[in-house]
T-cell receptor, first 114, second 112 residues
Framework: SAVISQKPSRDICQRGTSLTIQCQVD?????MFWYRQQPGQSLTLIAT?????????ESGFVIDKFPISRPNLTFSTLTVSNMSPEDSSIYLC???????????FGPGTRLTVT | DQQVKQNSPSLSVQEGRISILNCDYT??????FLWYKKYPAEGPTFLIS???IKDKNEDGRFTVFLNKSAKHLSLHIVPSQPGDSAVYFC???????????WGAGTKLIIKP
């Protein structure tokens, strides 16, 4: 299966600041995804990031708060902007699998906002 | 509106026995159903999937059963091993986009 890495693995940030999370995959993929898992909850899709086009955001998520870059077929970044304690979550990136329906996930970034 | 539901927050099973994890859904338009396993401090790991046109898919110790009339699927793990202790998520995908809709997860504990 694919190797997906994320940086940082965890961070503690002050409210009002921004954090950029990096996701690197070991093979070229068209579609990458960013998810959030809030404490005690399941995963929620933030946006889909296709190389060469603007990210597509799900309801409740906006580009100003979660800007995404997808400069090539193996890399993406998610920025959490103007953070508040409510942004404390695990942020996960994923990539589409060969079957077209499964996704493979990175290890996640645990963010705590104080 | 929860489209994918896992009603059991936890399940405890003796090592060597069968573990059965359940999942219900409400949207009959889902095309694929997937099971993921998640250890603490790690991302979810894809286990097995099933197309909506099938009723069973098997991969080693893992078998997924789909009952479309009941809008229900289950994951069977046999025999259960200590390394199977994890949180298991059921997810569903529609044919119009790549979004996975996730259940709340079931924590499986395998007792020695």
């Amino acid at each position: 299966s694919a190797v997906i890495s994320q940086k940082p693995s965890r961070d503690i940030c002050q409210r009002g600041t921004s954090l950029t999370i990096q996701c690197q995959v070991d093979s070229q993929v068209t579609m990458m995804f960013w998810y959030r898992q809030q404490p005690g909850q399941s995963l929620t899709l933030i946006a889909t990031a296709n190389q060469g086009s603007e990210a597509t955001y799900e309801s409740g998520f906006v580009i100003d708060k979660f800007p995404i870059s997808r400069p090539n077929l193996t890399f993406s970044t998610l920025t959490v902007s103007n953070m508040s304690p409510e942004d404390s979550s695990i942020y996960l990136c994923s990539m589409e699998g060969p079957g077209g329906h499964e996704q493979y996930f990175g290890p996640g970034t645990r963010l705590t906002v104080t | 509106d929860q489209q994918v539901k896992q009603n059991s927050p936890s399940l405890s099973v003796q090592e060597g026995r069968i573990s059965i994890l359940n999942c219900d859904y409400t949207n009959s338009m889902f095309d694929y159903f997937l099971w993921y396993k998640k250890y603490p401090a790690e991302g979810p790991t894809f286990l097995i999937s099933i197309s909506s046109i099938k009723d069973k898919n098997e991969d080693g110790r893992f078998t997924v059963f789909l009952n479309k009339s009941a809008k229900h699927l289950s994951l069977h793990i046999v025999p259960s091993q200590p390394g199977d202790s994890a949180v298991y998520f059921c997810a569903a995908m529609g044919d119009s986009n790549y979004q996975l809709i996730w259940g709340a997860g079931t924590k499986l504990i395998i007792k020695p």
